[in-house]
C-alpha cells in the first residue's frame, strides 16, 4: 500500500492512498460471506454459493462497490495510524481508480489538529483581584440567615412589596381559559419579580379575596409569545417577622454563643470564598494569556459542527421546556438571534483554541493520565452530575465518550501543571499560594453561611472542581464535540 499526504493548509491535508488488489482480500471475504447469505440460488444452499456465481448473478460492479465500502474506512485507519495524523472529523472520500484485480486508489481530506509554535512557558505571571470583606457583605450574609429564621403572619391589609401571598391564578386566551397557566394556592413574595410581567403591580394594594385581571405574554408551553388576559386572586396576605440581631439569634443560627462571633465567622468565610476565586481568577488569566500568545488557525468545519451540536441540543432544551428561540431571547435580553449567534461562535473558537494549546503543551511535555487521575475526575465530575461514580463512568461508557473524558482529562492535568508553576500575585503585590489554598479536608459545611458560599468553600481554588484532597483540574471553557 502506498500513501502520501499534502498539507492543503494549517488544518486540512490531502491523503492519496494505493491499496493494491491483494490488500482487498479481507474485504472481498467479508463481502461475499454477507452476500451469500442474502442470496438465494438454485442448487446451492444458504452461505455456499461460489464467489463467481454470486459475480454473475449480483453483477461484479455491485460487488466492488461494496468491497470498497468496507475496505476504505479500514485503510484510511490504518494509514491514519500510521502516520500518526491528528484527524478533526470525518474525511471527504474520493475513488480517483478502481481497476478490477489491479489497484484501488482513493482520496481522502480532513481537517487535522494544527501544528503549534509554543512560546517559552517558564516566566508565566497573572495578577488577580485583592481580597478585601466588606462590612456590608457580612450584613448581606447575616439577613439570608434571617430570613430562613423569619416567621410569616397574617395582616389584615392590602398587599405591598415584601409580603408574601397566597394566589389563584387563571389565564385565558381568546376567552378559553388555559389549563397549563392557571393554578391554586401558590406562595408568591411581592415585588420579587420571578414569575410573569404585571403580576406585582396587579397584586400589590389587593386584600384577601380580592382580584385584578391583566394582560401578559406567555413565556412557555404552546402559546409562548402570546398575549394572555391572567386574574389573580389574593387568599391571604403575611408578613415575614424577622428575629433580632443578637446573641440570641447566633445561638438558633450557628454553633456560636455571641453575635460577635457569627460575624467573624461570616468574615472568614466570604475571605475563604474570595480567596478561592483568585485560583479561579488565575486560571482564566493564564488561557487568555495562553491564546494571546499562542498562534492557533481554527478548522472552520470543526467550530461549524460545535455550533451546530449545541445549537441542536439547546432547541431541544427549549422544545422541553414550551419554549421557542423568540422568548427565549426576549428573556435573556439578547438583541436578535444574529447577537446570540456571534457570541456563541466566539465562546466555541475560544474553546477550540484552549483545546488545540493544552494539547500542543501536554505533547511538549510528555503529559500522560494514569488511573489515579481518571478516578480524581470522574468522582469530581460524578458529584457535579449528581450521581454516582459508577453511574458517571457507565454514562460515559455508552455514549462512547472514553477516549474524549481522557483527553480532557490530560487537557486539565496539564493546564493543572502550568497554574502551580505560574506567580499569581493580587493587586496590592502580594503572592498568591494555591497549594496552601488547596483544601486538605473538606469541612461540614455550617449554617453560618448561604449555599453558595459553602460550594465555593470546597472548591479546588486552582480549578473550581468539588474538593476531593487530589481532584484533578477542569479546562477552562466548554469543550467541543468534535
Keep these: 500500500m502506498k500513501s502520501t499526504i499534502e498539507e492543503l493548509g494549517p488544518t486540512r491535508v490531502r491523503m492519496a492512498i494505493e491499496v493494491p488488489w491483494g490488500d482487498l482480500d479481507h474485504a472481498f471475504g467479508e463481502v461475499y460471506k454477507e452476500l451469500g447469505k442474502q ?178 405574554a406567555l413565556l412557555s408551553g404552546p402559546n409562548a409569545g402570546q398575549d394572555a388576559e391572567v386574574t389573580v386572586t389574593v387568599r391571604s396576605v403575611k408578613t415575614k417577622d424577622l428575629p433580632e440581631l443578637d446573641d440570641e439569634f447566633a445561638q438558633t443560627a450557628s454553633e456560636f454563643d455571641t453575635l460577635a462571633e457569627l460575624r467573624d465567622d461570616v468574615r472568614t468565610r466570604l475571605a475563604r470564598t474570595k480567596t478561592l476565586g483568585q485560583g479561579a481568577e488565575a486560571r482564566d488569566k493564564l488561557v487568555d494569556h495562553l491564546i494571546e500568545v499562542v498562534e492557533v488557525p481554527i478548522p472552520e468545519n470543526l467550530v461549524e459542527r460545535e455550533i451546530e451540536w449545541r445549537n441542536r441540543a439547546f432547541e431541544q432544551e427549549l422544545q422541553q421546556a414550551g419554549m421557542d428561540w423568540d422568548s427565549f431571547l426576549s428573556m435573556s435580553g439578547v438583541e436578535n438571534r444574529e447577537a446570540y449567534d456571534a457570541d456563541q461562535r466566539t465562546t466555541v473558537e475560544q474553546a477550540v483554541k484552549t483545546q488545540f494549546i493544552l494539547d500542543a503543551i501536554a505533547d511538549a511535555r510528555e503529559v500522560t493520565v494514569d488511573n489515579d487521575d481518571l478516578s480524581a475526575q470522574i468522582m469530581a465530575q460524578a458529584q457535579r452530575s449528581r450521581m454516582s461514580p459508577e453511574q458517571y463512568a457507565q454514562q460515559l461508557q455508552q455514549g462512547g465518550n472514553i477516549a474524549e473524558f481522557v483527553a480532557d482529562v490530560r487537557r486539565t492535568k496539564t493546564l493543572a501543571q502550568l497554574l502551580e508553576e505560574t506567580t499569581i500575585t493580587d493587586a496590592s503585590g502580594n503572592v498568591v499560594d494555591l497549594e496552601a489554598l488547596r483544601p486538605q479536608t473538606v469541612r461540614a459545611a455550617q449554617p453560618a453561611a448561604d449555599e453558595t458560599t459553602e460550594d465555593a468553600a470546597t472548591e479546588d481554588p486552582a480549578t473550581g472542581d468539588a474538593a476531593t484532597e487530589d481532584a484533578a483540574t477542569e479546562e477552562s471553557g466548554d469543550a467541543p464535540k468534535a
Aim: cysteine-free.
Design 39 to 216: 442470496v438465494r440460488v438454485p442448487g446451492f444452499r444458504p452461505g455456499k454459493v461460489p464467489n463467481r456465481v454470486l459475480d454473475q448473478r449480483i453483477g461484479r460492479p455491485v460487488v466492488l462497490e461494496q468491497v470498497i465500502q468496507h475496505a476504505i474506512p479500514e485503510v484510511y485507519s490504518q494509514v491514519v495510524r500510521e502516520n500518526q495524523v491528528r484527524v478533526l472529523g470525518q474525511p471527504d472520500i474520493e475513488v480517483t481508480r478502481l481497476d478490477d484485480n489491479d489497484t484501488l486508489a482513493f482520496t481522502a481530506e480532513v481537517d487535522v489538529a494544527p501544528q503549534l509554535e509554543l512560546p517559552p512557558l517558564e516566566n508565566l505571571a497573572v495578577t488577580v483581584e485583592d481580597v478585601e470583606v466588606t462590612d456590608e457583605e457580612i450584613d448581606k450574609q447575616i439577613d439570608v440567615m434571617r430570613e430562613r429564621f423569619g416567621m410569616l403572619t397574617g395582616v389584615e391589609r392590602p398587599a405591598q412589596d415584601g409580603d408574601f401571598v397566597s394566589i389563584d391564578l387563571e389565564a385565558k386566551l381568546d376567552g378559553e381559559v388555559l389549563e397549563d397557566g392557571s393554578t391554586t394556592g401558590m406562595s408568591y413574595e411581592v415585588g420579587s419579580g420571578n414569575l410573569m410581567a404585571g403580576l406585582d403591580d396587579a397584586i400589590r394594594g389587593l386584600s384577601a379575596d380580592e382580584s385584578k385581571t391583566f394582560t401578559t
